[in-house]
């Protein structure tokens, strides 16, 4: 069983930054990968990246690509989200999940554990 807490969203002005943090319960943090999805009002869930439990592999939404970086300490058991640039079109709801495999995936429905998820709200 894994628990996830995210921290770290709120309210910032289009081209700032902010760095979401999804903290995790358990002792087996590190053989699990771990991605990011965001839901935005009205919206389906929508993958945004992904970390292996190594930290040598990652993969990223295109509308992401180059803005934001995925990042892991699993002696902290704690996945980062580092987002730059933000548009007003990144505002969501960001949750953090767990899958029981090395290998990254994209889609919501192969990840086991998730977190309560953050708000992310980015004025233009």
């Known amino acids: 069983q894994v628990q996830l807490v995210e921290s770290g969203g709120g309210l910032v002005q289009a081209g700032g930054s902010l760095r979401l943090s999804c903290a995790a319960s358990?002792?087996?943090?590190?053989?699990?990968?771990m991605g990011w999805f965001r839901q935005a009002p009205g919206k389906e869930r929508e993958f945004v990246a992904a970390i292996s439990w190594s930290g040598v592999s990652t993969d990223y939404a295109d509308s992401v690509k180059g803005r934001f970086t995925i990042s892991r300490d699993n002696a902290m058991n704690t996945v980062y989200l580092q987002m730059n640039s933000l548009k007003a079109e990144d505002t969501a709801v960001y949750s953090c999940a767990a899958r029981t495999s090395n290998v990254v995936a994209t889609i919501a429905s192969r990840y086991t554990y998730w977190g309560q998820g953050t708000q992310v709200t980015v004025s233009s």
């Open positions: 358990g002792r087996t943090f590190s053989s699990y990968a």
